[in-house]
């Protein structure tokens, strides 16, 4: 006859033996749940961050009961999951009723549930109570489940997350400038890129949580957006780009030594160079043909030629080529007073002058006004007024 060395009980009445003990014994002296009475954890107090694995995440709730159960609940399990027992392989979050319903288990395997026993959040630190519950088994020849209970009080400190304090001590890593060639931005223009900067910025901090707006400098000639992040500025820069069309540049200036590391400090700008050009402008490429932009975008230029109004798409590079630059020109409005097979005479609407032009080659009508460009001394038809 086998005895328990702990309690004496004979393993008829108390076992199977386990490691020479009764069933109790065994369970008693192979605890699972190891972890001690206090958690203490910190979310930041300007965005709510807190640490996931060492590592600050944006919280799913930024409703602040919400807040504080999430964070003290990550830290919850963080502290369950490093404080079982070696002997348990795996485990499994449960509710608590789910648990209740668990009567065996493999062995390594462990469940756990925990609920708020009782708490106070309206003021810092929070204090969360939590009730936490494991079943498990550890032994093949337990006929009993460990069933543990252990009550945790969870500390949520307020801190500033180390990205906060660098936005709040106005910290930026990058300058991105957004110009447009040879003029300043038109107020259309800054409008849109305000809008694109700010969705994309969304985007960003989603993974970046350094790609922030430090702020934002309206210039004459156009916009100066101080970032967190040298990669958002370049990302920013890209999806302006790929809008309105340009050419990206960059630009470093040593702005000091890094105390610790000794090792020099650059501030990147990101210049991002909006082309000339807008929808309406009159252009004229190398050989005198004169256009109107319709569409200026990433890819190129879409022009209709004022002699035909015809439509074509020329790429930045062919843009380029081709010399396709603005010209100087004025406008008018004309009515057209007659048309004949070879030509159309005009009434200029203001001076009320008349001249003859060439039928183009679009159809035109008797007392149909016309918006008239005139670059040099020759006349387009714009459009219809
Ligand atoms: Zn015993
Ligand atoms: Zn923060």
């Known amino acids: 006859m086998r005895f328990c060395y702990r309690c004496g009980i004979s393993e008829e009445e108390g076992g199977p033996l386990i490691e020479g003990l009764c ?20 979310l930041c107090q300007n965005c ?98 460990h069933d543990e209970r252990k009550r945790v009080t969870v500390y949520v400190r307020q801190t500033v997350c180390p990205r906060c304090q660098k936005f709040l001590g106005g910290y930026f890593e990058a300058i991105l400038q957004v110009r447009a060639e040879g003029r300043p931005l038109s107020e259309e223009e800054r409008k849109a890129i305000g809008k694109l900067v700010e969705e994309k910025v969304d985007e960003i901090m989603r993974k970046d949580r350094m790609g922030f707006i430090q702020d934002t400098i309206e210039k004459e000639e156009g916009l100066d957006f101080y970032m967190g992040s040298t990669s958002s ?71 209709k030629n004022l002699e035909n109004w015809e439509s074509e798409h020329l790429d930045w590079k062919t843009a380029k080529r ?29 001076s009320y002058e008349t001249y003859e032009l060439n039928r183009p080659p679009f159809e035109v009508r008797e007392g149909e006004v016309y918006r008239m460009v005139h670059v040099g001394r020759r006349k387009y038809f714009r459009g219809k007024k």
């Not at 500025?233 to 105390?259: H, N, P």
């Not at 990101?270 to 569409?295: C, H, L, T």
């Not at 081709?322 to 203001?350: F, R, Y």
Request: with cysteine; glycine share 6%.
């Open 233 to 303: 500025a370049r990302k920013i820069a890209q999806a302006i780009r790929e809008r309105f069309g340009g050419t990206i540049s960059e630009a470093y200036e040593l702005v000091g030594l890094d105390r610790q590391t000794s090792r020099e400090v650059y501030r990147t700008s990101v210049s991002v160079r909006i082309p000339k050009f807008r929808k309406g402008d009159i252009v004229a490429d190398r050989r005198g043909n004169v256009y109107e932009v319709e569409r200026v975008d990433g890819k190129g230029l879409t022009l």
């Open 48 to 145: 709510g961050s807190y640490k996931k694995r060492g590592v600050w995440v944006d919280p799913k709730s930024y409703e602040l009961e919400e807040l504080i159960f999430e964070v003290a609940e990550n830290a919850l399990l963080e502290e369950l999951e490093d404080s079982f027992s070696e002997k348990i392989r795996e485990y499994e979050v449960v509710s608590p009723e789910e648990l209740e319903e668990i009567e065996d288990l493999p062995v390594g395997m462990a469940v756990v549930s925990f609920e708020p026993l009782d708490f106070h959040i309206e003021h810092f630190p929070a204090i969360i109570v939590y009730e936490v519950r494991v079943k498990a088994r550890t032994h093949e020849l337990q006929r009993e489940l």
């Open 322 to 350: 081709e010399k396709v630059d603005t010209v100087e020109h004025e406008e008018s409005e004309a009515m057209v007073t007659s048309v004949t097979p070879g030509e159309v005479q005009l009434m200029d609407m203001e």
């Open 23 to 42: 069933q109790v014994c065994y369970r008693k002296e192979n605890p699972v749940l190891l972890i001690g009475e206090e958690v203490n954890t910190e």
